[in-house]
């Protein structure tokens, strides 16, 4: 306990004297961290994207632990020790692992986790990226932080290639609407300032949403209006056994062009919501349902 | 004010006013909306103006209607059989064994309005049984002992619930919450239907036992005077009313307030024959909750996102009551 103590003591003490080589990081909301190690050996990840993004850029191998909403990347996570979920996961659990670091993400976790960590010597570093523009800070500060500076910086080059390709795909072809409806009743839908809304974007569609912000309750009356051409119902169901339900419920707006033309799509929620490793995936599989013609690789469902 | 009409004739025209003010409230439901509306096509099947008009805003109206009088109505019997003012529908369990059917429904992905409201209504009758059964103390019906149940029973779900919402995925547990709030939305015409069919034979039933009712104010004793089998008729009455508010229930999720304040400001109005005041109460309730609906639908333009319509009925529901109750204060409420 005592060396926990001075521990803690120590980072903060380093931090003080800011700026120096052997002083702390800042995470991406201005907290000041110090890992026990560096680069650091032992990882706890508490959220999903950033258990994949840690797998990405190669440092899979120094993860120890993570949430239990954590599913990619498959095959690779399934053995890890859960430490419960993002909301309320097990600081007895985290500290028994003894990681250098534990990863949090702004939007799937709480400031008290980061909090009661510090508490218990435990240092964290919390990641914001709340949009793509936030991708590469977010890749680069896990890069830093794992010693696998170089590999980030590659798996982002990788990324923006990915996402550009696509965007040169869909170039110069009409923009439809579209609309991603995250929940049907009370209808809630993705507006801008979210994840989603800028992979309709990089697929080349418009979003009819884009006058509400954030992950929102909309009108119906407004989506009656704005026609969209298409819909995306991002669903998280495991093995998409409500997929078709969750299609079949728009039948009842058939003046929808959507509706119409049967150009309504379920996809897994993880690969067009989750800043993740697997964005380019997402950005793919929603091109191929707004661009049917073009030549795409990953069809939809 | 100075000249009281007789009361029967006081009570018809306080129904026609109700039944009047519905039609207005269905009508500015259709007019009402964030989107500006060009009339001729709204006539014309298949436009998007027609489905605005008729689906979007007027069917999610006649929802809330069915739904209002369904909660109006079961307010009503739930307070006359337990003998207490404070009593809704949800108090005996239903609410909680819909939101756990709800809950489950949600979490093992059969999502998309339909198995939602079915495995909900399943989980309100379940908890009905329940309570019916635990509250049968020899062969009778004891209202306190059901209460008491159902109290009980609504901690019990509310723990199952938060069991669920923690097994369950990522952002499942944010959509058991949106059921939870309770809300409104355009329903399939079947639904719309359906549930009407079921309120209307809730409330009919419930106007059936109404002179029996009458009977059960008196107390027990009272009641078996005037010839009325209280412990048949209180077992009827939960049956009856726990079905109504099961129905409303299933499609809205738990709307609070309107089972509460409804019953009671109708009893101000037509006074405690529950012959009137079942269905003036069911009236009410329709009237209140797709007046509160509308509002909802408007409120997205100051506001930028719905808030859901159970802030609207107690928002607004409340002051009212509070006005009415300083304004009768020291007269009898119940």
């Known amino acids: 306990m005592a060396v926990l103590a001075s521990l803690a003591v120590g980072a903060s003490a380093c931090h003080r004297g800011a700026g120096m080589a052997a002083a702390a990081f800042t995470d991406e909301v201005g907290r000041p961290v110090t890992p026990r190690a560096r680069p650091t050996r032992r990882l706890v990840s508490l959220a999903p994207n950033v258990t994949e993004l840690l797998f990405a850029i190669g440092a899979g191998d120094q993860v120890v632990g993570i949430d239990r909403y954590s599913d990619q990347p498959a095959g690779r996570v399934e053995h890890l020790p859960s430490v419960g979920s993002d909301y309320e996961p097990s600081l007895e659990k985290i500290v028994g692992l003894t990681p250098d670091l534990v990863l949090l993400s702004r939007s799937a976790n709480r400031r008290e986790t980061a909090d009661a960590l510090e508490r218990l010597g435990v240092p964290s570093f919390i990641t914001e990226t709340p949009a793509i523009a936030d991708m590469p800070r977010t890749m680069r500060d896990l890069g830093a932080l794992t010693g696998h500076a170089a590999d980030a910086a590659a798996q982002l080059a990788h990324l923006q290639a990915g996402l550009a390709a696509v965007r040169a795909r869909v170039a110069g072809q009409p923009r439809p609407r579209v609309l991603v409806v995250v929940w049907p009743e009370p209808l809630y839908v993705a507006g801008r300032e979210t994840f989603t809304h800028d992979l309709i974007d990089v697929a080349g569609g418009q979003n009819v949403a884009a006058d509400a912000r954030g992950y929102t309750t909309f009108p119906l009356e407004r989506v009656l209006a704005a026609a969209p051409d298409v819909i995306i119902l991002p669903t998280h169901a495991a093995s998409g056994t409500g997929d078709a339900a969750a299609v079949a419920y728009w039948a009842r707006w058939p003046s929808l062009p959507a509706v119409r033309d049967h150009r309504v799509f379920a996809i897994e929620d993880a690969i067009v919501s989750r800043p993740g490793a697997r964005l380019v995936e997402g950005a793919a599989r929603l091109a191929s349902l707004l661009h049917p013609a073009q030549p795409a690789a990953g069809a939809g469902r | ?334």
């Not at chain 2, 306190?144 to 938060?162: D, E, K, P």
């Not at chain 2, 159970?310 to 006005?323: D, E, K, R, W």
């Open chain 2, 1 to 334: 004010m100075s000249a009281i009409p007789p009361s029967r004739l006081r009570a018809l025209a306080v129904m026609a006013g109700l039944a009047g003010a519905l039609v207005l409230a269905l009508l500015l439901s259709a007019a009402a909306g964030v989107e500006h509306i060009d009339w001729a096509a709204a006539l014309r099947p298949d436009t998007a103006e027609h489905a605005i008009v008729f689906r979007a805003r007027l069917g999610r109206a006649l929802l809330g209607a069915v739904v209002g009088a369904s909660l109006g109505a079961a307010g009503v019997a739930f307070q006359t059989l337990v003998r207490n003012p404070l009593a809704d529908p949800y108090v005996l369990g239903v609410s909680s064994g819909a939101s756990v059917g709800a809950a489950t429904s949600i979490a093992l992905g059969l999502v998309g309005g339909t198995p939602i409201a079915g495995c909900a209504f399943a989980g309100a009758l379940g908890a009905m049984a329940l309570v019916y059964r635990l509250g049968l103390v020899r062969g009778r019906l004891v209202p306190y002992v059901a209460l008491l149940a159902g109290v009980v029973l609504n901690a019990l779900s509310w723990a199952l619930i938060l069991t669920i919402a923690t097994l369950a995925r990522l952002g499942t547990t944010a959509e058991i919450l949106l059921w939870l709030m309770g809300s409104l939305s355009p329903p399939a015409w079947s639904r719309l239907a359906l549930t009407a069919a079921a309120v209307v034979a809730g409330v009919a039933a419930l106007q059936l036992l109404a002179p029996r009712l009458n009977a059960l104010v008196l107390g027990d004793e009272g009641a078996h005077s005037v010839g009325v089998d209280v412990a048949r008729t209180r077992k009827l009455l939960l049956v009856a009313a726990s079905f109504l508010t099961a129905a409303g229930v299933a499609v809205a999720g738990p709307i609070g307030f309107v089972a509460i304040i409804v019953p009671h400001v109708l009893r101000l109005l037509v006074g405690t024959d529950h012959r009137v005041l079942i269905p003036a109460s069911a009236l009410g309730g329709a009237l209140f909750l797709s007046l509160c609906d509308t509002l909802t639908r408007l409120a997205f333009v100051p506001l930028g996102a719905e808030p859901p319509v159970s802030v609207l009925t107690a928002l607004l529901g409340g002051p009212f009551f509070l006005v009415l109750l300083w304004q009768r204060r020291g007269e009898r409420l119940f």
